[in-house]
């Protein structure tokens, strides 16, 4: 048996899996690696699924921030190109052959590394769930993800900083006083409109003040303005990425990556969605790797 955890900053999340894959019991819990003090990562484990772990032959397999420098035990970076065979090797045991934890991956570009941890689980699971060997896969978030996938293993990979971009711009920029509290229900014109304006605006710097200035000119209606500014964040996310990238498969949470399809779509690119089933499925394809080698 799988004792499969994505462990974050904010929250933890454990799965039982069993031989052939199937997903038999998850559970949940607010106790991400920021509310854990030192040397209490063990007993937080145990109150999340100590029952499960009371079975001598299950693995658990750690996934997340838990293998960070500010987690249980810092996992050095797995260097790309990396599959399935490089990932399980660099695996750090915290209890020998018992638990481990999945140490992400790095890549250089242009003279400066770039960093993922958890994203690895979810695009090795999505090549699973796909059985797909090659392509673009993107994974949205505070910090998104596109990652270049041939031959099965991860080639390369870029962060953008979108979420928090939007986040820093909607609640801490001057644009924080002409949107409205709450962000609403997305509103697809709304958002299409930034993202084509972002397109052709080709700066975010510049293209962000929009949101005020159309505003002011009352030709953006207040209620729908955070929508634009998404439109226009993720809009100028897929300019700098997705001009040779085809169509992406998608990987998160089901109201972001339907952003990021209705913008690919206007854009004319493609794209398949996937959710959490992509870190259980990845996170059991690397324990059949360890069964294997």
């Known amino acids: ?49 100590g029952d499960w772990l009371e079975d001598p032959a299950a693995l658990c397999l750690v996934s997340g921030m838990a293998g960070s420098r500010q987690g249980w035990v810092e996992a050095p970076y797995c260097p790309c190109p990396a599959g399935f065979g490089e990932l399980a090797q660099a695996l750090l045991w915290v209890e020998p052959r018992r638990i481990a934890l999945v140490p992400g991956l790095s890549c250089e570009a242009d003279g400066v590394p770039d960093v993922m941890r958890g994203e690895e689980v979810q695009v090795f699971g999505a090549m699973a769930l796909l059985g797909a060997q090659h392509g673009t896969f993107v994974l949205p978030g505070t910090h998104s993800k596109w990652v270049r996938v041939d031959a099965g293993r991860v080639q390369s990979f870029a962060t953008c900083m979108s979420g928090e971009f939007y986040a820093l711009l909607r609640q801490h920029s001057i644009l924080a006083r002409t949107l409205p509290q709450d962000d609403g229900a997305l509103d ?102 360890l069964e294997s080698a």
Do not use: N
């Open 188 to 289: 697809e014109a709304a958002f299409v409109r930034g993202v084509q304006h972002a397109q052709r605006s080709g700066s975010l710097l510049h293209a962000a003040f929009s949101a005020r200035t159309l505003s002011l000119f009352d030709r953006l209606d207040t209620p729908v303005a955070p929508s634009y500014l998404s439109g226009l964040v993720i809009g100028e996310e897929l300019r700098l990425q997705a001009r040779d990238a085809g169509d992406v498969v998608l990987v998160g949470s089901p109201q972001l990556t339907r952003r990021y399809a209705i913008a690919l779509a206007a854009l004319g690119r493609g794209s398949r969605a996937l959710g959490a089933e992509a870190t259980w499925r990845g996170l059991w394809a690397l324990a059949r790797s």
């Open 1 to 49: 048996m799988l004792i499969a955890v994505d462990w974050g900053t904010s929250s933890l999340r454990a799965a039982r899996i069993a031989a052939d894959g199937t997903v038999l019991e998850q559970r949940a819990s607010q106790r991400g690696i920021l509310t854990v003090p030192a040397g209490g990562f063990p007993g937080v484990l145990h109150e999340a699924c």
